[in-house]
C-alpha cells in the first residue's frame, strides 16, 4: 500500500475522492471497520455504491451507520434529535461521509451473514496490512463493528506488536485500545445488524466515546 489512496475498491472514503477538506476538517477523523461487502458480485465498488446513495434503499446496515456516524460527528446529540431529524440526516448523509472512511476487514464480497472463521483467517493473513492501512489512514476513532474484527486486531497487535498499543475500558465497559503512536483508539462494538434496541445502542456508543475523548 504506497499511500492513502491505494486501498481496495471495497473500502471507501469520499474524502480522497472529492477532496481532503471535509477529511481534515473533522472534529473526529472516523474510520469504520465492517467484516465483508454483503454482494454476490465481487466487483461491487462502495465508491459508486455511495456516490448513488445506495444507502438510501439498504434497509439493514445503513440507517444505523447513518445514526451513528451522523451522531459521532455532529458532537453527540441525543437519540431523540436524530431520530427528529433522520429524514434530514438521510438528505445530508453524502455531505457528512465525506468526513468517514470506510473498510471491510475482508476485501473480497460475502454473504448478508459473515462467516467469522473466514473473517479470522483472513485477519490473519492480512491483518498487517490493515494496520498499515489504519496507520496510513491516521483517524482518530476506529470503530470495529463486531468482536470477530476488535478480537482480531487485538490478537495481532499482541503477537507482532505488544508493546504498541493499551487496551482500555470505560467506566460503562466499553472495551477500546489506543495505539502509542498515533494515539488512534479503536473501540469494539456490536454490527450495525445486532439485534438491539436502536435507541439504547446509540445513546451507549455516544456516550462512552464521550468518557474516551473527554
Not at 72 to 86: A, D, H, K, N, T
Not at 182 to 202: C, D, E, F, K, W
Request: aromatic share 12%; glycine share 8%; net charge neutral.
Amino acid at each position: 500500500m504506497e499511500n492513502a489512496r491505494s486501498v481496495h475498491r471495497g473500502d471507501f472514503h469520499s474524502g480522497w475522492a472529492c477532496g481532503q477538506e471535509a477529511w481534515g476538517g473533522a472534529e473526529h477523523k472516523l474510520m469504520v471497520l465492517l467484516k465483508e461487502v454483503n454482494s454476490s458480485d465481487a466487483g461491487w465498488d462502495l465508491q459508486q455504491f455511495v456516490r448513488e446513495k445506495g444507502y438510501l434503499k439498504v434497509r439493514s446496515t445503513w440507517p444505523v451507520l447513518l445514526r451513528w456516524t451522523y451522531g459521532i460527528l455532529q458532537g453527540f446529540p441525543e437519540y431523540s434529535e436524530v431520530e427528529q431529524r433522520y429524514e434530514d440526516v438521510k438528505k445530508e448523509a453524502d455531505e457528512f461521509l465525506r468526513k468517514v472512511y470506510f473498510a471491510n476487514v475482508k476485501k473480497i464480497a460475502g454473504g448478508a451473514k459473515a462467516n467469522h472463521t473466514d473473517v479470522e483467517r483472513h485477519i490473519q493473513e492480512t491483518g498487517e496490512l490493515l494496520l498499515q492501512q489504519i496507520r496510513i489512514v491516521h483517524p482518530d476513532l476506529v470503530l470495529c463493528c463486531g468482536d470477530v474484527i476488535f478480537n482480531g486486531i487485538h490478537e495481532l497487535l499482541r503477537k507482532v506488536c505488544p508493546r504498541t498499543y493499551e487496551l482500555k475500558q470505560t467506566s460503562g465497559g466499553l472495551d477500546y485500545i489506543i495505539l502509542a503512536d498515533t494515539q488512534t483508539v479503536l473501540i469494539r462494538y456490536h454490527h450495525p445488524n445486532a439485534y438491539y434496541p436502536r435507541a439504547m445502542s446509540y445513546t451507549y456508543l455516544m456516550k462512552e466515546i464521550q468518557k474516551i475523548f473527554s
